[in-house]
C-alpha cells in the first residue's frame, strides 16, 4: 500500500484550522510582560509576552491599536485579549491581539502619563512661554458647551465681579470621540475675534468623561494659540494636560472667571485711593509752589530791578579804573626799562667796549703761543717720550726701552742700546 504524504503547507494548515475551531483560544486573555515591541511602517506591531518560564510571539494590527489609549513599551506588565493561531508560512503559533489593558493600571492612567512626558520633554509646559494673563480684560471667549454648570458658572462670576467686559462663547462638546477635534477648531475660530483671554474647559466628571481636554491635538492647539489660555477642567483634584499647557490653570470653572476678571469693587476702591493721593499731591505741589512764588516775589531784585543793573555798573567802572591803573603802570616801568638801556655804554661806544675785551684777549693769546710745545720744536729742539710719556732726563730711560722723537715736521722710533 502506497503511503500517502502531506506538504508541510497543508500540515500547518491543519493545525491552524484546529486552533481556530478551539473555542478557549478564539477569545482568550493573557497575563504577561512585554518585550522587543517593534511598530513597522506598515503600522502592525510585534512583541514578544513572556513571564518567568515563558514566552509567545504576538501582534497587533494597524486597525486594532488605533483603540489604544497609551503606547505599549517594553517592559509594561499587560492583560491582553486576543486568539491563538498558527501564521502558516514560518509554522509558528502567535497571539492576535485585539485589545492591551495595562495590568494594575488603567489604560487612560497610562496614556495620561505618557503624553505627559512626551509634551514636558518638548518644553511645552515651560513657563517662558507662559503669556500673561490681562488684568482689565474688554472681551473673554469661552469654549466649553453652551449648556451646562460650567457656562453658567463662568457667565456669573464674570459678570458679578466685573459687568463690563463682553462674553463670548464658542460651542463645543467637551466628551466623546469627537469632542477633541471640534475643541481644536473653535480654539483656532475664537483667535479671529477680538478678544484678550480664552478660557477652555468643562464641568466636573470621570476621567473618561475629561479625556478630550487630556487629547494632544487639543494640548497643541492651547499651546499655540496667540491669546492668553486659562483652563478649567472639572473639580479642584481634576488634572489634564490641558491644565499643563496651558498660560494658566483654574481649579473650576467658576476659578477660572475670577482669574479672568478683576473684582469690581476692589478696582473702585483702588481707583479711590489713587484718586485721593493724586489729589493730595496736586494739593501739596500747588502749596509748594505758591510758597516759593511769594518767596521770589519778596527779593529785592524784584522789587527794584534796576538796582541789578546799578550794582552792575559800579562792578564795571571799578574794573575800568583798575584796567587803566595797571595798563599805565605797565607802560611807565617799559619806558623807565628802554631810558636805562639807551643809557647804557654798550649803546653810546660799543667800539670802546670791543676794544676793552680786545686787549686781555691778545694777551692771552701770547701767553698760549709761549707755552706751545710746537714752538719749541721749530726751533731745533726735539720731544722724547717712552710709552707716551714725555721723558725730561735720561735717568728716566734704560737700555731696551723703545724712544719715540718728535721733530718739528715728524717724529721716529728708536730703541735705547
Not at 276 to 298: A, C, E, F, W, Y
Not at 396 to 402: A, T, Y
Request: proline share 4%.
Amino acid at each position: 500500500m502506497e503511503e500517502e504524504y502531506l506538504t508541510v503547507s497543508q500540515v500547518n494548515a491543519y493545525i491552524n484550522k484546529k486552533l481556530k475551531m478551539d473555542v478557549n483560544l478564539r477569545n482568550i486573555y493573557i497575563k504577561g510582560e512585554i518585550s522587543n515591541y517593534k511598530t513597522y511602517p506598515s503600522g502592525h506591531s510585534y512583541f514578544t509576552l513572556k513571564d518567568e518560564n515563558s514566552q509567545i510571539p504576538a501582534v497587533m494590527f494597524k486597525g486594532r491599536k488605533a483603540s489604544l489609549k497609551f503606547k505599549p513599551e517594553n517592559g509594561m506588565k499587560v492583560i491582553i485579549k486576543g486568539k491563538i493561531e498558527v501564521y502558516e508560512r514560518d509554522g509558528k503559533y502567535q497571539l492576535y491581539a485585539s485589545t492591551i489593558t495595562e495590568d494594575g493600571i488603567g489604560n487612560l492612567h497610562v496614556a495620561f502619563e505618557q503624553l505627559k512626558k512626551k509634551l514636558k520633554a518638548e518644553g511645552l509646559f515651560d513657563e517662558e512661554h507662559k503669556k500673561e494673563i490681562p488684568k482689565y480684560p474688554r472681551r473673554i471667549g469661552v469654549v466649553t458647551a453652551r449648556t451646562g454648570a460650567a457656562i453658567r458658572d463662568i457667565i456669573t462670576t464674570i459678570e458679578k465681579r466685573y459687568p463690563y467686559c463682553e462674553i463670548l462663547v464658542f460651542s463645543t462638546l467637551v466628551q466623546g470621540d469627537q469632542a477633541a477635534p471640534q475643541i481644536v477648531r473653535k480654539i483656532k475660530y475664537a483667535q479671529q475675534f477680538d478678544i484678550d483671554t480664552l478660557i477652555v474647559g468643562r464641568g466636573g466628571g470621570s476621567i473618561e468623561d475629561l479625556w478630550p481636554f487630556n487629547e494632544e491635538i487639543v494640548a497643541r492647539a492651547i499651546y499655540e494659540c496667540e491669546i492668553p489660555v486659562i483652563s478649567a477642567v472639572g473639580h479642584e483634584i481634576d488634572f489634564t494636560i490641558s491644565d499643563f499647557v496651558a498660560d494658566a490653570r483654574a481649579p473650576t470653572p467658576t476659578g477660572a472667571g475670577m482669574i479672568a476678571v478683576p473684582d469690581a469693587s476692589e478696582v473702585k476702591y483702588k481707583m479711590s485711593q489713587l484718586t485721593g493721593r493724586l489729589n493730595k499731591n496736586i494739593t501739596d505741589l500747588v502749596t509748594q509752589n505758591r510758597t516759593k512764588l511769594t518767596h521770589i516775589s519778596q527779593k529785592q531784585i524784584l522789587k527794584d530791578p534796576e538796582s541789578i543793573y546799578e550794582i552792575k555798573g559800579m562792578h564795571l567802572d571799578n574794573l575800568v579804573t583798575k584796567l587803566d591803573f595797571t595798563s599805565k603802570n605797565i607802560i611807565g616801568e617799559n619806558k623807565n626799562r628802554l631810558l636805562h638801556l639807551k643809557n647804557k655804554n654798550v649803546l653810546k661806544n660799543p667800539q670802546e667796549i670791543i676794544k676793552m675785551k680786545r686787549e686781555p684777549y691778545l694777551r692771552n693769546v701770547d701767553k698760549l703761543n709761549v707755552l706751545n710745545p710746537l714752538l719749541t720744536l721749530k726751533r731745533g729742539y726735539t720731544l722724547a717720550k717712552v710709552e707716551g710719556k714725555v721723558v725730561s732726563s735720561a735717568k728716566d730711560v734704560k737700555s731696551g726701552d723703545e724712544l719715540d722723537v718728535e721733530f718739528n715736521d715728524g717724529a721716529i722710533n728708536t730703541r735705547v742700546i
